[in-house]
C-alpha cells in the first residue's frame, strides 16, 4: 500500500482527491516541511508559476528549501503551470530564473516541471509507486552528497552523522550535542535515538538496522534498504 503524506495546507489543490481515485492512501497533516512526503528521504515542494514568484521575491523561497535540505535527502521542487508565463507576471525574470539555478548548484534540489495540477498528481502518483519498489539506492543517486573540504572537526562530525537516514543538519546538532562524539552517537540504542527531537522511534529502528547489520557484498542481505523503509513521518 503506497501512502502519501500532505500537508493540510494543499487540501483544496485537487491533488489529493486525484491520488486518492489513483488509490494511494492519503494521510493529512500539518507538515513543517514541504507540501508532500513519500518516505524519509523523499519531501515534495510544490509551487504554482505565480507562487514561486512571489516566493522569491517575499523571501520564503530560499528559506523553504535551507529547511528541505535539512531533513531530507532528495529535496524535489515541482514547479506548476508554463514557465513562459513568469515574463508576463514580473518584469524580473532574470531574478525567478535566478532563483531557479541557485536552487540547483547550491541546495541539490531537484526541478519537475508539470502543466497543472492533474499532472502534478500523476508525477506524484508514478514516482510513489516507483519509490515502492525501487532499491533507496536509486532514490538517493538524485543527489550528490560532496565531502567536506575543510579539515574542520565539527564539521566532518556533522557530515558523518548527516549520513544516517532522516537525519539533516539540525538533528544532527542535536545528536552530537546529546551524545557528544560521532561514535558514541553510532553506538547509541534505539531507546536513546528516539529521545531526540526528530527522530521517531521508526526511524532510531532504521538507523540502528544499519549500523548493525553485517556488511554483505553480494547484496542478499543489506542492498535493498527500501526494507527498512516505514513511511511514516513525525
Known amino acids: 500500500m503506497v501512502k502519501v503524506y500532505v500537508d493540510e495546507r494543499e487540501r483544496n489543490s485537487g491533488i489529493p482527491e486525484i491520488l486518492k481515485s489513483f488509490g494511494l492512501t492519503i494521510i493529512y497533516k500539518m507538515l513543517d516541511v514541504g507540501d508532500y512526503i513519500i518516505n524519509d528521504s523523499l519531501v515534495i515542494e510544490r509551487k504554482r508559476v505565480d507562487d514561486l514568484i512571489h516566493s522569491v521575491f517575499d523571501g520564503r523561497f530560499f528559506d523553504q528549501l535551507s529547511k528541505l535540505v535539512d531533513v531530507c535527502d532528495t529535496p524535489l521542487l ?20 535566478g532563483a531557479l539555478i541557485t536552487a540547483i548548484l547550491r541546495f541539490g534540489v531537484v526541478l519537475y516541471y508539470t502543466r497543472d495540477y492533474r499532472h502534478t498528481a500523476e508525477f506524484i502518483k508514478h514516482l510513489a509507486e516507483k519509490i515502492g519498489i525501487e532499491d533507496l539506492t536509486v ?27 532522516g537525519v539533516g543538519i539540525k538533528t544532527a546538532h542535536k545528536l552530537l550535542e546529546r551524545f557528544k562524539t560521532v561514535r558514541a552517537v553510532f553506538n547509541a540504542s534505539q531507546s536513546e535515538l528516539a529521545v531526540i527531537e526528530g527522530i521517531s522511534d521508526e526511524k532510531a529502528s532504521k538507523i540502528v538496522k544499519i549500523l548493525t547489520t553485517p556488511y554483505s557484498k553480494s547484496g542478499k542481505s543489506t542492498a535493498n534498504l527500501s526494507k527498512y523503509i516505514d513511511t511514516t513521518k513525525n
Not at 149 to 160: C, E, G, K, P, T
Open 78 to 97: 515541482v514547479i506548476e503551470g508554463d514557465l513562459n508565463d513568469i515574463r508576463y507576471l514580473t518584469s524580473k525574470w532574470r531574478a525567478i530564473e
Open 139 to 165: 532514490i538517493r543517486s538524485f543527489r550528490r552528497v560532496l565531502k567536506p573540504r575543510s579539515d574542520d572537526i565539527q564539521v566532518w562530525q556533522l557530515h558523518i552523522v548527516q549520513s544516517l537516514p
